[in-house]
């Protein structure tokens, strides 16, 4: 089964380093609002269509926007949409995307713009810097308007996490600590497979770090009336699935609301259950062919 976002992860990868060298725009754009605060009557057009040229540029995805505004004192408000050209993903649509500056870097080094906006229903609020640090939380966003919805198997939930990383322009380089909760985690399509066709999973929290190519999953849970999992381990990314290595080991009881008829297909693969009931298991070798020990 191939859950969303799956198969061209490496893809994903690739774009990750174009995404992260928007920070020096988002700075240069709210550097530019603190000067439209002297100077009226300023192209705001010319602004949103280097906007849109920066973007499709650094990331090679097809950006647009039809709004932007100055505002004072020193602030931009825009909308924009991306398109991930991936047959799994939907159209990204970021709206009221404020930048504003952070008023005491105006006086260090290390210039930084505040970042808000709307995106999947929910809230996302960051601060970018210039010397490449990355602050960022979300809050409440959905995971189904993020799909196709002509996907068979798809996933719906509200997800709220943050991330502060370093260097994070640098493929590669980058530092970062994670942590993650999707609520009402639900799967969606098993119906083909003789299960209901919307799955309440329960909530699905995640913590981990990034350290250069080397996501670590400290901790992940998933708690809900289908199954209790516990789990950790490594991913060392790569180009593409072929060559990201998983590395992670995983403790999962089935709940009062779990699926009889997955028990006998779960021993089909030499997985046998232990005294309390848990299946222990650990999934190795890459993302495109994982095996199951």
């Known amino acids: 089964m191939n859950f969303p976002f799956k198969r061209q992860a490496g893809k994903a990868g690739k774009r990750f380093g174009g995404f992260s060298r928007l920070i020096p725009l988002c700075v240069l754009l709210f550097l530019v609002s603190i000067l439209v605060g002297f100077v009226t009557g300023f192209p705001t057009e010319v602004l949103r269509e280097r906007l849109v040229q920066e973007m499709s540029a650094q990331t090679g995805l097809a950006v647009s926007s039809d709004s932007l505004e100055l505002g004072l004192p020193a602030k931009v408000e825009f909308n924009l949409s991306i398109d991930p050209n991936h047959p799994q993903v939907a159209p990204l649509t970021f709206t009221r995307l404020q930048i504003t500056p952070v008023w005491s870097s105006l006086f260090s080094s290390a210039r930084a713009a ?50 502060d990383g370093q260097q994070i322009s640098r493929p590669g380089k980058a530092e970062a600590s994670f942590s993650a909760e999707i609520s009402g985690l639900v799967a969606i399509g098993l119906d083909a497979l003789s299960l209901p066709a919307n799955l309440a999973l329960g909530t699905l929290s995640v913590k981990g770090k990034l350290l250069g190519q080397r996501v670590t999953l400290e901790e992940v849970l998933l708690n809900g009336d289908v199954a209790e999992l516990t789990g950790s381990g490594t991913i060392q990314l790569g180009a593409t699935p072929r060559q990201t290595r998983l590395n992670l080991r995983v403790a999962a009881t089935p709940g009062k609301a779990f699926p009889e008829s997955l028990k006998p297909l779960i021993e089909l693969s030499g997985l046998k259950p232990k005294a309390d009931g848990s299946y222990q298991f650990r999934v190795a070798g890459t993302m495109a062919a994982a095996v199951v020990r």
Do not use: C, T
């Open 114 to 163: 505040s970042l808000q906006g709307q995106f999947a229903e929910g809230n996302i609020d960051a601060e970018v810097g210039a010397d490449d640090h990355l602050q960022l939380e979300i809050d409440g966003m959905r995971l189904g308007p993020l799909q196709n919805p002509a996907n068979p198997y798809r996933l719906d939930g509200s997800l709220k996490g943050q991330i």
